[in-house]
């Protein structure tokens, strides 16, 4: 009995030899996405990365929402990381509206941002750990995340979605003596994340699967788009913080961590070194902060801004996120465009799994910072 | 076509009654007593204080207290309570039971967390037993294109094979289900027999990610059994038997580990391999291929092949401790057992039991005993250790090691062994 | 031999972890502690005061049923509902106060920013649970009530490690 395919149908020529395998969306190996690998015994011949399961229409949504209502539902794709995602929207609508954000909203910023930074590398090396099969690595890292939940949870009421950051400044201030609080935490924090190195990055076992895997060279880097920690483990120096610095990011202490050799290895130690950065960056931030002052601008009910476009991008933990709004003198943004770093580096892996072996496509698809949710937006 | 169940009667019913009484009658004089009576011919019934032991009397002797005792030790010589309970399946179980309870408790102190705590009150000591109980009542799914006769029996084979692993295994003087003079060559032949039998479950299984999960367990198993029986040969060189008892009574003075050191890394590395845990757990990856072989195992089935996995490991901890680590050698610490106990009886308040026959055991199998639970135990926390501490390494690494560092390594640990028999050294003719 | 001293090296960790405290809530004992009585707002100054985001808390002596918190939800959760309420009060007139559906808030708190009245704010209670869903619409008089909570556990930090003392 055959059956008459409808025209423009064809039947796919199976391959005896090349097995096709979908890693996702229902599989422990992938997140809200799937991988179509085509395996040739243990080696990829080739892998499609097939995103869009978690599609949520973002942009078109902020085209219904005025500026502030717009905030909630704008850090849904990435709540571990949902300061960062508001940031760049913030930047745009004050910009819009001409808003001139106080001092001390601008530190009490960049510590929310840190310290969700951190919460969101966390969470990822967690991920990558049990990724390649090292339980100890799932568990550490989500138990001390647990360190700066906490002091977000002090200073913004929520643990996971914050809506902290509006246009303005931020809801409210520090609450009193955070500050011993929030020293006393990172600075354990930061001691339990160098006991990381024995167990996870110096260990020979993870060394010898992740290095020489999955090698992005500088030239690939730059030519595919990629950005965050992805290119910076591929040897540019490219830190958005350090390129295009806003808020105070110019006046505190920190450094890039640049890797030459680009493989899964460097792209995994990277937002693990960028954390000892983010620690030191919360310490002089609460150094040079102002000790009082107000943290927002008051804001009509219903702002409107002009005719103007902004695009303002910053440094997210997965790389750069931007935030394109234009505004038609509407309470509401008449275009809001986002280009979130997961998607960007998500086009590396045709690239990179080309030729590898399947063990290795967990170490190379998860050490590409990727955000299954925030690339579908 | 289905049927539909007729209207209740009370004549069908007790027809049917008396349909099933007259058939089981039926059956039981045809079947049953001819069945028992070859039994009772060709068993050799024990020989108690010079009576032959029939069924008869061991009942009648059941309901004596002075008699059952001795009835208790006569049953505890025989080969089927060797093999089901004391060194055999039951007392190898149960310490696989202890290594899964012990495992999860010290993972979990090891990355900070609880483990399991409410089941049982003290330290969750009961979730063990709650998980069986979970495994029993689930249903049991095979998939629809799977070869089914294959698919039920593997892990019955999985299980029934790492018991025979069990068995060669000596605990005490004189306590081993099977003391053979060969036992080394029959561990290597049964541990040949689990590639085999992963091989089978996960190809029956008809799915992908068995599939190739089983082929990783038998590259990895086969690569890995060359280095594991050639690791051991330095032992035979120097004890001139593949008796495992035999092995064991040679190392009373000194332990094999202190001159073959290098054979010894060599097979623990190798067990690990064998045993697919971790750092070596490719066969089950799951963030590559879900579980494995494992995938499409469900309720109790996953049950027996996590038993048979673990009643491996206990076995092959065992095997270590009996090559490398002396076995049951070690100084006598277990108290002499009280002569008056036997000959006046244990007096509590007004009554006093007198109980002829006991002890049980002799003071050096309780002893041994407690120092091969002791060996092994320290033997199974470095084998749990590596769980909480390496990833998972990579196929073409695993073989790598297999077949270039650890093959070498053993050789070398051979030509150790060879060098201190020339020399006079070690060996049957040793000046040691 | 770099190989076999990063072996022992990762051993000597995961023994030496073995003697660090375990660092687990264990939650229906242990309830973490929170900062201040909840999150509230100032109008006067258009800043907030710190403090967790859990279920509302309404008063009703201050509440005039404006709508605005009801306004402020709009596009965000849609969980504000005006009802009638079967009381008196000379700044409520209309005699209608915000009714919230907890299967839908999703605790961003705008609407108590948005309250000019200081009558709409958060507490610390956030254990909401229900059977049903009629069970999670709060109504005005629901609202009134101050959680009563017993949360004190907080993250200790020492020589062996930190722990939820």
Redesign the interface.
């Known amino acids: 009995m055959t059956t008459q395919l409808p025209p423009g149908l064809q039947l796919e020529k199976v391959d005896e030899r090349i ?1 096709t ?1 979908n890693v996702g969306p229902q ?3 992938s997140g809200h996405m799937r991988l179509i690998v085509q395996v040739d015994g ?1 080696y990829i011949v080739a892998c499609d990365p097939d995103p869009g399961y978690v599609h949520r229409g973002e942009e078109k949504m902020c085209e ?3 500026y ?2 717009n ?3 704008l850090e849904r794709p990435v709540i571990h990381d949902s300061c960062n995602i508001l940031y760049p929207y913030c930047l745009a609508v004050e910009e819009i509206l001409g808003l001139e954000v106080p001092e001390r909203a601008k530190y009490v910023r960049v510590i929310a941002s840190e310290l969700n930074r951190c919460v969101y590398t966390m969470y990822w090396l967690a991920i990558y ?9 799932f ?2 890292p989500m ?2 995340r ?2 700066l939940i ?1 002091l977000l ?6 643990r996971v ?1 914050h ?1 902290y950051f509006v246009p303005g400044g931020v ?6 003596n955070f500050e011993d609080v929030c020293l ?2 990172v600075n ?1 924090f930061e001691k339990r994340i160098k ?1 990381y190195a ?3 990055y ?8 992740t290095e020489n895997t999955g090698i992005l060279s500088r030239q690939d880097a730059i030519r595919l788009g990629t950005t965050g920690s992805v290119l910076r483990a591929s040897g540019v120096d490219f830190d958005i913080r350090k390129k295009e610095p806003y808020d105070v990011y110019e006046n505190l202490d920190f450094q890039t961590n640049v890797l030459q050799s680009g493989d899964s290895y460097a792209r995994s130690k990277i937002p693990w070194l960028d954390m000892f950065e983010s620690c030191r960056i919360i310490r002089d931030a609460l150094r040079k902060m102002p000790k009082s002052g ?6 009509k009910p219903n702002p409107k801004g002009g005719d103007v476009e902004v695009y303002r991008r910053v440094e997210s933990g997965r790389g750069a996120l931007g935030m394109h709004v234009i505004s038609k003198s509407k309470p509401e943004p008449y275009r809001v465009k986002i280009s979130v770093g997961s998607f960007r580096n998500l086009i590396c892996i045709p690239y990179l799994l080309r030729g590898e ?6 170490a190379v698809y998860w050490s590409l910072n990727y955000w299954p949710v925030e690339a579908d937006r | 076509m289905s049927v539909i169940a007729p209207k209740f009667r009370l004549g069908y019913f007790i027809k049917a009654l008396l349909d099933n009484i007259f058939w089981a009658v039926v059956l039981l004089t045809l079947a049953g007593i001819p069945a028992i009576m070859i039994l009772l011919f060709y068993i050799d019934l024990p020989i108690i204080d010079g009576q032959i032991l029939t069924p008869f009397l061991a009942f009648t002797w059941m309901t004596h207290p002075e008699m059952s005792v001795p009835l208790v030790k006569a049953f505890m010589q025989t080969d089927f309570f060797r093999i089901a309970a004391f060194p055999g399946f039951g007392f190898g179980a149960l310490l696989a039971a202890g290594v899964i309870f012990v495992e999860r408790k010290m993972l979990a102190k090891l990355q900070l967390r609880v483990g399991p705590f409410y089941c049982g009150k003290v330290e969750g000591i009961l979730q063990l037993m709650s998980d069986g109980i979970k495994l029993l009542t689930k249903e049991i799914i095979i998939p629809a294109k799977a070869d089914k006769p294959i698919f039920w029996v593997a892990p019955l084979l999985f299980v029934g094979t790492a018991a025979a692993f069990v068995s060669l295994i000596p605990v005490a003087p004189k306590t081993v289900v099977a003391d053979i003079d060969v036992g080394l060559l029959a561990v290597f032949a049964i541990i040949g027999f689990f590639p085999i039998i992963t091989v089978l479950s996960s190809w029956s299984a008809n799915s992908k990610y068995p599939f190739i999960g089983g082929i990783r367990a038998l590259h990895q198993m086969i690569s890995f059994e060359i280095p594991l029986i050639l690791s051991l040969l330095g032992v035979v060189i120097l004890t001139g038997t593949l008796n495992l008892s035999e092995i064991v009574e040679s190392q009373a003075t000194y332990w094999w580990i202190a001159f073959l050191p290098v054979g010894a890394i060599v097979f623990f590395i190798a067990m690990l391999a064998e045993l697919e845990r971790i750092p070596f757990d490719l066969p089950e990856a799951e963030s590559e291929i879900v579980a494995g072989w494992l995938t499409e195992f469900s309720g109790m089935m996953y049950g027996l092949v996590q038993l048979g996995s673990y009643l491996k490991l206990y076995a092959f901890a065992g095997l270590f401790v009996v090559l490398f680590l002396g076995g049951w050698q070690g100084p006598m610490v277990w108290p002499p057992f009280p002569e008056e106990i036997v000959t006046e009886g244990i007096t509590m308040g007004p009554v006093t039991a007198q109980i002829p026959g006991l002890p049980l055991f002799s003071q050096e199998m309780l002893n041994g005993t407690l120092w091969f639970i002791l060996k092994t135990a320290a033997v199974i926390f470095f084998i749990l250790l590596p769980r909480g501490v390496f990833p998972r390494i990579r196929i073409d690494l695993l073989l790598h090691v297999g077949w270039y560092r650890l093959i070498g390594l053993s050789f070398v640990n051979i030509f150790i062994a060879l060098g201190l028999l020339y020399a006079g050294v070690l060996g049957p003719e040793g000046i040691l | 031999m770099g190989t076999a001293s990063g072996i022992i090296k990762a051993l000597n960790s995961g023994i030496k972890h073995l003697a660090v405290k375990r660092f687990t809530l264990r939650y229906p004992e242990q309830k973490l502690k929170f900062v201040g009585d909840g999150y509230q707002y100032d109008p006067t100054t258009g800043v907030g005061i710190a403090g967790y985001k859990g279920r509302h808390i309404l008063f009703h002596d201050k509440c005039t049923g404006c709508q605005l918190c009801a306004i402020a939800c709009e596009g965000v959760a849609e969980a504000i509902a005006m009802v009638k309420v079967n009381e008196n009060w000379k700044h409520n007139k209309k005699a209608i106060m915000p009714q919230i559906d907890y299967g839908k808030c999703v605790f961003c708190g705008l609407c108590v920013d948005a309250c000019p009245f200081y009558a709409l704010y958060m507490t610390n209670d956030y254990e909401l649970s229900s059977f049903t869903k009629e069970g999670l619409i709060y109504t005005p008089s629901q609202l009134q009530v101050k959680p009563q909570v017993q949360q004190d556990a907080e993250i200790q930090i020492d020589d062996r490690g930190a722990s939820h003392g």
């Open positions: 097995m395998l599989h422990p190996g243990d219904y929402r005025n502030i209502t905030i909630p539902h750990g049990i990724f390649l099969g090292h339980s100890t690595m568990m550490w138990g001390d647990e360190l906490d949870e002090k200073i913004t009421g929520a979605t809506a809801r409210n201030d520090l609450p009193a006393r935490q354990y006991e024995d167990i996870f110096d260990n020979p076992i993870l060394i010898s699967r107000s943290v927002r601008v008051k804001l072996k399947l063990g290795n496509m967990p």
